[in-house]
Structure formats: structure tokens, C-alpha cells
């Protein structure tokens, strides 16, 4: 398999549920992301990871919590979720973290929260 | 408050005419600057992008034009083909940290 995959591609859950999002990157990179794209607004950065180490969280809420195992895998650990949470959350991946990188997205998770 | 702006929501286009799709962005530090293209269910897949010190960069049919001083991108299409009726982000980077526009639908007509 190549590319960014994402699983599960759908997800239906309660606000009490606990639930994870899972990435993985075929292409021998070395920095993941994770953003969040919710209708009619741009896609917004929440989490970068540079050689399996968090560098950036963007002000996300603690009921998102990331998780990297290796440079290859990515998570999103999801509990307590809010109705507003419900989104389109993508994982993309680049060679090098920093300057001029080109990122790879995955094909998304589409979240509905009730 | 959004640094990188696509104020055209929509674009429709008659197949083998040219496609401009435009971006503005607020912030001169932005060196690096990326077009991704989306199908409905799928992720967005890199199409193109430009360096902050070059002003045009082109591959086959797509060419992006960059206005450092207006602070203005756009992506040229020519010409437009049905399969590239697609939702089109811009994105500007500084550093690892990327800014996504809003999206614009372009839809080629046959």
C-alpha cells in the first residue's frame, strides 16, 4: 500500500464515547499532522509531529489527544467529544519537518458526534 | 482571523478554456506556497507549487503566478478539462506550520 491511509474512513459516535483515529505513511517521512476541516471554514492545523516527537499543538482542546508510536503511524485519541467536533480530520505527512516541505494527505476520517 | 483567503467560492469553466483561480494571502513571511486539489471523499493531492523567490512556476497544464508585493497567488489552468472539475486549496507556509484557504469549486463544463 502506498501513500496516507486513514482509518476508519467514517465515524459515528457519542460524547461519551472514547474512540481512536489511526494514520499511516508509506512514504518514508519523517514529520505527520494531523488538521481538522470542518464546512466552510480552511483546514486547521491541530497537531505536527517531527521524528515521533509533538512539536506544534495548536490550542487543541484535551479531549483530542495525539499519539506517535514511529515515524510511520499517527493517532487520534478522541473522548468526551462535542457536537461541534464533528469534522472532516485528515492526516498529511512530509519528508523533512520545516521550510518548503510538500505534505501528503490521507483521505480523511469524516466524524459525526452526537 | 484566516491569513490565506480564496474569495471565489465557485468557478465554472467551458472545457479547453482557461481556468484562474485566485488567493490572498496577509503574511509577507510566507516563503513557500502549495495548490492541492480535492475529489469529493478523498484527501487533497498536491498539485503545484512556488517558492517565495520565484514569481511562476508551470507544469503542463497548470501554472502558478506569484504577486509577492499584492500578496496574490493563482493557479492557471489551460486548458480545463472535465477531470479537473475538483474543489482547489491554496496553502502558504512558514516553517512547519501551514495555512489553508477555504476552497474553491471549479467546475469544467464539456
Known amino acids: 500500500e502506498t501513500g496516507v491511509t486513514q482509518t476508519p474512513r467514517h465515524l459515528v459516535m457519542g460524547m461519551t464515547n472514547k474512540k481512536s483515529l489511526k494514520c499511516e505513511q508509506h512514504?518514508?517521512?519523517?514529520?505527520m499532522y494531523w488538521y481538522k476541516q470542518s464546512a466552510k471554514k480552511p483546514l486547521e492545523l491541530m497537531f505536527v509531529?517531527?521524528?515521533?516527537?509533538?512539536?506544534e499543538n495548536n490550542s487543541v482542546p484535551s479531549r483530542f489527544s495525539p499519539e506517535c508510536p514511529n515515524s510511520s503511524h499517527l493517532f487520534l485519541h478522541l473522548h468526551t467529544l462535542q457536537p461541534e467536533d464533528s469534522a472532516l480530520y485528515l492526516c498529511?505527512?512530509?519528508?523533512?519537518?520545516?521550510?518548503?516541505?510538500?505534505?501528503?494527505f490521507g483521505p480523511g476520517t469524516r466524524l459525526l458526534v452526537l | 482571523d484566516q491569513q490565506v483567503k480564496q474569495n471565489s467560492p465557485s468557478l465554472s469553466v467551458q472545457e479547453g478554456r482557461i481556468s484562474i483561480l485566485n488567493c490572498d494571502y496577509t503574511?509577507?513571511?510566507?516563503?513557500?506556497f502549495l495548490w492541492y486539489k480535492k475529489y469529493p471523499a478523498e484527501g487533497p493531492t498536491f498539485l503545484i507549487s512556488?517558492?517565495?523567490?520565484?514569481d511562476k512556476n508551470e507544469d503542463g497544464r497548470f501554472t502558478v503566478f506569484l504577486n509577492k508585493s499584492a500578496k496574490h497567488l493563482s493557479l492557471h489552468i489551460v486548458p480545463s478539462q472535465p477531470g479537473d472539475s475538483a474543489v482547489y486549496f491554496c496553502?502558504?507556509?512558514?516553517?512547519?506550520?501551514?495555512?489553508f484557504g477555504t476552497g474553491t469549486s471549479l467546475t469544467v463544463i464539456p
Open positions: 498529511a505527512s512530509s519528508q523533512l519537518p520545516g521550510e518548503q516541505e510538500t505534505q501528503y
Open positions: 512514504l518514508g517521512h519523517n514529520a
Open positions: 509531529y517531527n521524528f515521533k516527537e509533538q512539536t
Open positions: 503574511n509577507s513571511m510566507f516563503d513557500y
Open positions: 512556488i517558492s517565495s523567490i520565484k
Open positions: 496553502a502558504a507556509s512558514l516553517g512547519n506550520q501551514f495555512y
